[in-house]
């Protein structure tokens, strides 16, 4: 960890966070001296301030944001108006948000590759065709069928999978993580992909910058490239006050030939596998996905390496099913699905409240945080007051103080109204998952966090009727043996932690 430090102190991004700070530094001490000298300032800074209070509430778009984003502009109309036309009109976002918009363009329908199979999908289960239908029709993620899966918890399980596979590679092997961290996972990870890119086989690696910051040297995609390994950082970090810093590449996917292809919360440092110990034991959980619904974690990886590298991507050339139908049995049904942070559509979340909106006997939830907004609050408490047993898990020893403070004052609401709330005690919980009446179930990347729901870039799997269902139902069952019931009278608060904890969740969207 020392190494770590001294790493990032005496780094280029040590000079980009410096650089950062002085731009906040002089832009704070302008404001204030002018502020201090110019009545008329000070008249136009406010009279700023609410003409944008006014346009925020008239406005349909993220609703989360408007009380925080009032409050500070109320409070603070010099500061709070500076910022917010700062962080909500930059040209850099812009940019970015029409890169995403062009690559999904061009690309989207090859979703659609292995077939559409909607009217099929929608006969074999009628329960869930809103669901499918949205993800589908609005969003362009088609269900497939053809497509084995296989739920793989805790880490280390997923660890030696990946490496199974990974070694039967015979074209490509892609990797996106938002953390990647030099040791024993990783180093036996890069010992493959150093042996396949030897053999000719297009080994590609995408790490999101911030998320790799304590972890890794700069530019380690230049120390990949002497292995033959194509590797590139997303959304370098800056020496510029921006709000596209906010976001990150949180997604997990691995993918073999297009063929088979992993997610799930699990990134590839050791502390996720238990090598040493980091708040307890790491549980986590991912999902194999073999046959047809692979393709489509092989076009959103393509997708981001295209983003972010600004290559042009032949995206077909990659399709490994051109010559012969894919070979899988169909198991259920499987659709794969990603969430950006630069459109209004909030895929994410939109599903969790779907699920949780059309269970009937239970909603089983595990989530390292639980900072949700009113759609999701209000969904599973009216599923809890509607008959259907709602239990969620969370971690008791958490991996931020702050964070967890302000998990654990959503539990008592929650409680209230039916919804059962369990702390996993032998330390972190990691996973992201999701499932519901012994038919449908998620596997992804989210967090139940504002950062997930809206800032970052994730991805998950949707099941239905597949093998990982029944397992992720067994998993959910043996880690209540190892929780704490939350009660009512454990949520009673004394004055001062009652406020302090309001003060999180207000401002937890701007966290």
């Known amino acids: 960890m020392r190494k770590r430090w001294s790493r990032v102190i005496f780094s280029g991004r040590s000079v980009i966070a410096v650089l950062i700070a002085i731009q906040v530094i002089f832009i704070l001490a302008n404001l204030f001296i002018l502020n201090e000298y110019s009545s008329f300032f000070n008249i136009g800074a406010s009279i700023l301030s609410l003409i944008i209070v006014i346009h925020l509430n008239a406005s349909g778009d993220r609703s989360v944001y408007k009380l925080p984003w009032t409050m500070l502009?109320?409070?603070?109309?010099?500061?709070?108006?500076?910022?917010?036309?700062?962080?909500?009109?930059?040209?850099?976002?812009?940019?970015?948000?029409?890169?995403?918009?062009?690559?999904?363009?061009?690309?989207?329908?090859?979703?659609?590759?292995?077939?559409?199979?909607?009217?099929?999908?929608?006969?074999?289960?009628?329960?869930?065709?809103?669901?499918?239908?949205?993800?589908?029709?609005?969003?362009?993620?088609?269900?497939?069928?053809?497509?084995?899966?296989?739920?793989?918890?805790?880490?280390?399980?997923?660890?030696?999978?990946?490496?199974?596979?990974?070694?039967?590679?015979?074209?490509?092997?892609?990797?996106?993580?938002?953390?990647?961290?030099?040791?024993?996972?990783?180093?036996?990870?890069?010992?493959?992909?150093?042996?396949?890119?030897?053999?000719?086989?297009?080994?590609?690696?995408?790490?999101?910058?911030?998320?790799?910051?304590?972890?890794?040297?700069?530019?380690?995609?230049?120390?990949?490239?002497?292995?033959?390994?194509?590797?590139?950082?997303?959304?370098?970090?800056?020496?510029?006050?921006?709000?596209?810093?906010?976001?990150?590449?949180?997604?997990?996917?691995?993918?073999?030939?297009?063929?088979?292809?992993?997610?799930?919360?699990?990134?590839?440092?050791?502390?996720?596998i238990n090598i040493y110990e980091y708040r307890g034991y790491w549980k986590d959980a991912s999902v194999l996905v073999r046959g047809e619904a692979a393709w489509s974690f092989t076009l959103m990886f393509l997708q981001m390496w295209g983003l972010t590298t600004e290559e042009t991507v032949d995206y077909m050339s990659f399709y490994p099913w051109k010559d012969s139908p894919c070979p899988i049995e169909s198991q259920g049904y499987v659709l794969p699905y990603h969430d950006s942070p630069m459109d209004d559509e909030r895929v994410g979340r939109n599903v969790y409240v779907q699920m949780i909106n059309n269970a009937k006997d239970y909603v089983y939830i595990m989530t390292p945080y639980l900072i949700i907004d009113d759609s999701i609050t209000d969904a599973l408490a009216l599923a809890a007051k509607s008959g259907v047993n709602v239990g969620i898990i969370t971690p008791q020893r958490s991996d931020s103080f702050l964070v967890h403070m302000t998990t654990r004052s959503y539990y008592r609401e929650l409680i209230k109204s039916g919804v059962k709330i369990y702390e996993y005690t032998q330390g972190m919980i990691h996973s992201k998952t999701i499932i519901a009446d012994d038919k449908m179930g998620v596997v992804g990347t989210m967090n139940l966090d504002f950062r997930s729901l809206y800032l970052h870039f994730e991805c998950g799997a949707w099941m239905y009727g597949t093998q990982a269902i029944a397992d992720l139902k067994h998993d959910f069952i043996t880690v209540l043996k190892s929780c704490h019931a939350i009660t009512e009278d454990e949520c009673k608060t004394n004055f001062v932690l009652t406020i302090f904890q309001n003060l999180l969740r207000l401002f937890a969207p701007l966290m």
């Open 73 to 272: 502009l109320l409070i603070f109309p010099i500061f709070g108006s500076f910022f917010y036309v700062i962080f909500t009109y930059q040209q850099a976002s812009r940019k970015f948000s029409k890169q995403i918009v062009s690559i999904r363009r061009d690309s989207q329908n090859l979703y659609f590759a292995p077939g559409n199979i909607l009217d099929q999908a929608v006969k074999a289960m009628p329960e869930c065709a809103p669901q499918i239908k949205y993800l589908q029709e609005t969003n362009g993620f088609p269900v497939y069928a053809h497509t084995e899966t296989e739920y793989l918890s805790p880490a280390e399980v997923k660890w030696h999978r990946l490496l199974e596979e990974m070694k039967k590679a015979e074209k490509y092997i892609f990797l996106e993580y938002f953390i990647i961290d030099e040791g024993v996972m990783w180093d036996s990870i890069l010992n493959i992909l150093k042996e396949k890119a030897a053999e000719g086989v297009d080994c590609r690696v995408l790490y999101d910058d911030m998320g790799c910051l304590f972890y890794l040297k700069e530019n380690y995609a230049h120390e990949l490239a002497k292995y033959g390994i194509k590797c590139a950082p997303f959304n370098p970090f800056r020496p510029l006050l921006t709000a596209k810093q906010n976001n990150r590449d949180h997604r997990k996917i691995a993918v073999i030939d297009g063929k088979v292809a992993f997610t799930g919360g699990i990134n590839l440092a050791d502390h996720y």
